[in-house]
């Protein structure tokens, strides 16, 4: 069989594509719940139901010695939910102090962005982009020549 017909089947081929963005949908509009209403904690939850409908066809295929074969087409159903828990109690977090959670106006999603513009200076911060690299007069400056890896 041409390869270029053969489709692998995991969660980055097209089949996905639907939950995929039905889980992207969910974590934005909890995200926009959280904020909202304060919350600390929310979860979501997928459900993926597989199935089978199998069909018994001709058989053409000639390595194959029966004339009829039974195939089977997967069938694929998903549920995402998502739950927003508003009280107190903190659990463990996966995710990096160093980032905070921002909203992009022009994409209408929320982001994780370094955390800028604080007491705690950072290659972040608004005022670096264009800020100067301050040297020391006075210290020895060394030439480096980087050549063929040496």
Do not use: W
Not at 38 to 52: N, R, Y
Request: proline letters at 3%.
């Amino acid at each position: 069989m041409d390869k270029a017909y053969i489709r692998e089947l995991n969660f980055d081929c097209d089949t996905f594509a639907d939950a995929k963005e039905s889980l992207n949908t969910v974590l934005q509009k909890l995200l926009g719940t959280m904020v909202g209403c304060g919350a600390k904690e929310g979860s979501i939850t997928m459900k993926l139901d597989v199935g089978f409908r199998s069909e018994t066809i001709q058989n053409y295929d000639a390595e194959i010695d029966v004339p009829e074969r039974e195939v089977y087409m997967p069938q694929f159903f998903h549920k995402i939910t998502s739950s927003v828990k508003i009280n107190n109690e903190m659990h463990g977090a996966t995710h990096n102090d160093t980032d905070e959670l921002y909203y992009n106006a022009d994409t209408g999603n929320y982001e994780m962005r370094p955390i800028a513009n604080t007491t705690q200076r950072s290659m972040f911060d608004d005022d670096m982009d264009s800020a100067p690299i301050e040297r020391d007069e006075d210290a020895p400056q060394e030439d480096y020549q980087y050549e063929n890896g040496q």
